[in-house]
């Protein structure tokens, strides 16, 4: 069996069994466009294989390592089906490299960050202060995903509920998200002064956009924000060579909701599953990357342990 045939036969086979597998499919069909397009399932060799791990050495480990673990799931489907004797891929998977902990800004660093907005950048022409500035406000607030920010529509901020659709999220998925008292006055006045600037009523329209009224661009946003961060002088001081980026906004919604849970005393196991639905997580274990351990959490974990101790409380 040819190797493009035995891969849409897999693929069709993970899809049919409930996974969305669109990682995975790519690495696949990547890999049968380098082995060529008459390539046997069963006549790809060891050396074909490395090359195609390493990509010319270009590959860090960690995508070696998924490169491998997708061709291992393929080869043994594979070799089930008779379609080839053995699996040409190392016997030894590529070790990953541990991910660098998200940084937590802490709530002094997003004032800061809010605060620059007005001056960082005075040559910013298309994205204006008073845009970064809510997007931002939005993205501490409520822990939105920086994509699913950007693809907001007017049609989608219910601001007299003080509610957010969010549509195709990771997964596909969709939810509600509830805004604050404060958050949904602040959109709705962002709104507001926009739609003078050329933006239209339309619920269509996107609900951030530039000065000329076109969607915000991820990689613009993306490249201001590194400007805006070195304009409030925020940078990681542990050696690590991963500075803090927008993304990191999100990790510190969810963990200084936790402290402040902590510090309120409040029932941890009824609202974790609160905040991992909010947060637009399958399962808790998918929320745990955002709620690393930080002094003030540990202090305030502490604090409750000690009361727990002393038959004070109990630990919720």
């Not at 620059?116 to 040559?123: D, E, I, L, N, V």
């Amino acid at each position: 069996m040819t190797l493009q045939e035995a891969v849409e036969q897999y693929t069709d086979c993970k899809r049919a069994m409930g996974a969305s597998f669109d990682t995975d499919a790519r690495i696949l069909l990547h890999f049968r466009r380098c082995a060529g397009p008459e390539a046997d399932c069963g006549d790809i060799t060891p050396e074909q294989a490395q090359a195609f791990l390493s990509n010319g050495g270009r590959c860090g480990p960690n995508s070696r390592a998924r490169k491998h673990s997708t061709l291992s799931g393929f080869y043994r489907y594979a070799i089930a089906r008779g379609w080839a004797r053995n699996s040409p891929l190392p016997p030894i998977a590529p070790t990953c490299v541990p991910p660098v902990p998200p940084y937590v800004y802490s709530r002094e660093e997003v004032r800061s960050l809010l605060e620059a907005t007005q001056s960082y950048s005075p040559r910013a022409l298309q994205l204006e202060p008073d845009t970064f500035r809510v997007l931002l406000t939005l993205l501490y607030g409520t822990g939105l995903r920086r994509g699913e920010a950007l693809r907001l529509q007017r049609r989608d901020l219910d601001l007299e509920q003080g509610l957010i659709h969010v549509r195709d999220a990771k997964g596909g998925k969709e939810r509600l998200v509830a805004l604050c008292a404060d958050l949904t006055r602040t959109l709705a006045d962002y709104d507001l002064r926009k739609r003078p600037h050329g933006a239209s009523a339309e619920e269509g329209q996107a609900f951030f956009v530039n000065r000329d009224g076109t969607p915000l661009a991820a990689t613009t946003v993306g490249a201001h924000f590194r400007k805006l961060r070195e304009a409030a002088g925020i940078r990681r001081t542990d050696g690590s060579p991963r500075q803090p980026c927008l993304h990191d906004l999100r990790h510190s919604f969810a963990t200084h909701r936790l402290t402040d849970w902590y510090r309120e005393g409040r029932d941890l196991r009824r609202l974790l599953p609160a905040l991992s639905t909010h947060l637009g997580h399958a399962s808790l274990r998918c929320s745990q990357v955002y709620l690393s351990m930080t002094p003030e959490l540990l202090e305030q974990a502490s604090l409750r342990f000690e009361h727990y101790a002393r038959g004070e409380g109990g630990l919720s």
